[in-house]
């Protein structure tokens, strides 16, 4: 997938903690830095989508 790209994480509650549109970007791997020290342990979903649409959700586990 190739087009606008855009990075959001929800806490277990579904609040919005974290977005960030990374512009256009070609298919492939990329990393990202999160910087969470101020965030309670706990889940969060991490959802990934190209122009508007979600492609793609994960879960991730903060422990601290």
Partial sequence: ????TNLKIYDIAGRLKYQENMG???????????????????????QIGINGMTVAENKICLIK
């Fill in 1 to 4: 997938h190739s087009g606008l």
């Fill in 24 to 46: 256009f970007r070609t298919g492939g791997s990329y990393e990202f830095i999160l910087h969470a020290q101020h965030w309670n342990s706990g889940l969060y979903l991490v």
